[in-house]
């Protein structure tokens, strides 16, 4: 037995970690446990990634099948970390079609989770781009799931939270790129209404992702920074980084928080020095192209080791609601003057704009994305009971790999797809025997 949590280190549950080395050994272990998920490298924020009883980690599932350069088209296992898939694929001209926040993630995961990156409102989420999967059923079997054959349950999986079975392995398609660079445009928002409005001027742009000051009030609130970017070409680097390495290595990590900081350490005062030192730089390379190198354009913060330890013993929540287009202004507005109002938000919360997704519990609808984080204390549940209220009333929902405490009211109003989610479960004899913390506490 183990005590697991997840990224934000809230909440923590003893469960069983069982560890497979290779797709074989799964099948019989799925047969022969109950209250049993799968676990990828632990970056689900909340508890999805916990078992009610057993945990199956997949990190040894952790191989690439085949891949053709010609098409693109790359078949790997599901404990596959995006890190070392970057690190083969793109020095060969190839990125992943999604990419989340963070490289530390694995394949199966970014499916089970349907992970949506900076182009969700161009490009959907990643599970658009699975063209096939294997699943380990709980009854021992193994189904090939695809467009054509058992497209069901491909699209239950897809967002499903592991909730469906064991993903074993995938095939996707890679985008072809001319060079590791992004040619990345910085514009100012004075305001929300100016971020919001700057955002949807943006959709031509492959990538666009807003950094929101969440401590910003008044006439201010909602300043941003919005960066719009495109995989530079060859033409791009030659003219914007003359004799620049054509496909860069990922960056290693310069600084790790070696320690748990003190609760007091996150203040309005720290923050608000730090969202203003932020914002000045980037606001000074505004209004002109720019090349920024892949890594740090599409993982902030993986150049920072355990940066989770930032918020102390106790851990964060991270706060991810989606609104719709209609109301998102009014609504994302009431959600910044009241974190503003509190003064302990996170330091880089982020704002994104999303197309519509497909599967019963995918997160994104068309609208904009609110990510905030925030340290968990006893007043912060209150708080975020009284958020929650304005996201459904608004007729959003909260992200599920980002959860670790909605209540299942919440959660039911928010997802449509969830009876029909069941049905499935049930069909394949998943209810009561895959069971995660997640699924439990919000009786899925």
């Known amino acids: 037995m183990m005590e697991l949590a997840g990224w934000g280190r809230y909440p923590r549950h003893p469960s069983q970690v069982i560890g497979p080395s290779t797709p074989a050994a799964i099948p019989a272990l799925m047969a022969s446990c109950s209250g049993l998920v ?105 189904i090939k799931c695809s467009r054509d054959e058992n497209p069901e349950l491909l699209m239950a999986t897809i967002g499903g939270m592991g909730l469906t079975g064991t993903i074993l392995e995938a095939s996707i398609r890679l985008r072809p790129v001319e060079t590791g660079w992004m040619r990345q445009k910085t514009t100012v928002a004075t305001n929300l209404e100016d971020a919001l409005r700057v955002l949807q001027e943006a959709e031509t742009a492959t990538y666009s992702v807003a950094w929101i000051d969440c401590l910003a009030r008044g ?19 030659e003219r914007l980084r003359p004799g620049a390495e054509r496909f860069p290595s990922s960056r290693p990590g310069r600084l790790s928080v070696p320690v748990d900081l003190p609760s007091f350490t996150l203040n309005r005062l720290s923050v608000s020095a730090f969202n203003e030192m932020y914002f000045r730089i980037g606001a000074m390379k505004a209004g002109y192209p720019h090349l920024v190198h892949w890594d740090p354009y599409f993982f902030p913060l993986d150049g920072i080791g355990d940066w989770n330890r930032i918020y102390g013993r106790r851990g964060f929540l991270q706060y991810q609601c989606v609104i719709p287009t209609a109301k998102a202004q009014s609504v994302l507005g009431t959600i910044l003057e009241r974190v503003s109002h509190r003064g302990t938000a996170s330091f880089l919360a982020v704002l994104k704009q999303l197309g519509p997704s497909h599967g019963d519990l995918s997160f994104p609808l068309e609208g904009f994305t609110l990510t905030l984080d925030l340290p968990v204390g006893d007043d912060m549940f209150p708080l975020l009971d009284e958020l929650d209220r304005s996201v459904v009333e608004a007729g959003g929902r909260l992200y599920l790999a980002k959860d670790a405490r909605q209540s299942p009211e919440t959660f039911e109003a928010g997802y449509p797809g969830l009876s029909h989610f069941r049905d499935i479960r049930r069909s394949i004899g998943a209810a009561g025997r895959i069971s995660s913390r997640l699924s439990t506490r919000l009786g899925i």
Do not use: C
Not at 222 to 229: E, K, P, Q, T
């Open 38 to 142: 799968a676990r990828g490298n632990g970056r689900a924020y909340g508890d999805a990634a916990i078992g009610e009883r057993a945990t199956l980690t997949t990190l040894g599932l952790d191989r690439i099948r085949a891949f053709d350069p010609s098409t693109g088209r790359i078949r790997l296992e599901a404990g596959v970390l995006l890190a070392d898939l970057l690190s083969v694929v793109t020095p060969r001209g190839f990125f992943p079609p999604v990419v989340p926040g963070t490289k530390f993630v694995t394949i199966g995961g970014m499916i089970a989770s349907d992970v949506h990156g900076k182009n969700h409102h161009g490009d959907g989420g990643f599970g658009e781009h699975v063209e096939e999967l294997m699943l380990a059923l709980p009854d021992g079997s193994t």
């Open 219 to 237: 006439a201010s609130l909602g300043r941003s920074l919005i960066f719009a970017a495109e995989h530079a070409t060859h033409q791009d680097l």
